[in-house]
C-alpha cells in the first residue's frame, strides 16, 4: 500500500521560512517523479514544483520561484520543499504527489499525471 505522509506545515509570519517533509512507502521511490501541489481555500489545487526521479530535473511555479526549493533523498525515501519569504499568499494545504518516471531528464507539472498523493499538511503565513 502506498503511502506519503506529509510533515511540517504549521503557522509562521510572513518572510519567514518552512520546510515540508514527504515520506513515502509501498513503492520504489527512486522510481518515481514528485511534485508538490497546493490548494487555497476557494480555489483549485494548482502545481508548485517537481523534481525528476534522481534529483536531476526540477521545475517551479511562477509565484514560487527563486522563493521554494525542492529536494528529494532516496536513501531516505523523502522529498522536501524548502519554502524561504513565505507570503500571506502561500497560505493553502500542501500536498506531495508520486508520478511513474517515464524520462529521467522531466517530470510533468500536470496533476493528472500523479498517480498517488498524500492528505496535505496545513501552510498558514501571516502578515
Known amino acids: 500500500q502506498v503511502q506519503l505522509v506529509e510533515s511540517g506545515g504549521g503557522l509562521v509570519q510572513a518572510g519567514n521560512s518552512l520546510r515540508l517533509s514527504c515520506a513515502a512507502s509501498?513503492?520504489?521511490?527512486?522510481?518515481?517523479?514528485m511534485g508538490w501541489f497546493r490548494q487555497a481555500p476557494g480555489k483549485e489545487r494548482e502545481f508548485v514544483a517537481t523534481i525528476g526521479r534522481v534529483g536531476g530535473y526540477t521545475s517551479y511555479a511562477d509565484s514560487v520561484k527563486g522563493r521554494f526549493t525542492i529536494s528529494r533523498d532516496n536513501a531516505k525515501n523523502t522529498l522536501y520543499l524548502l519554502m524561504n519569504s513565505l507570503k500571506p499568499d502561500d497560505t493553502a494545504v500542501y500536498y506531495c504527489a508520486a508520478s511513474r518516471s517515464i524520462s529521467i531528464d522531466y517530470s510533468t507539472p500536470f496533476e493528472s499525471e500523479y498517480n498517488y498523493w498524500g492528505q496535505g499538511t496545513q501552510v498558514t503565513v501571516s502578515s
Open positions: 509501498g513503492l520504489t521511490f527512486s522510481s518515481y517523479n
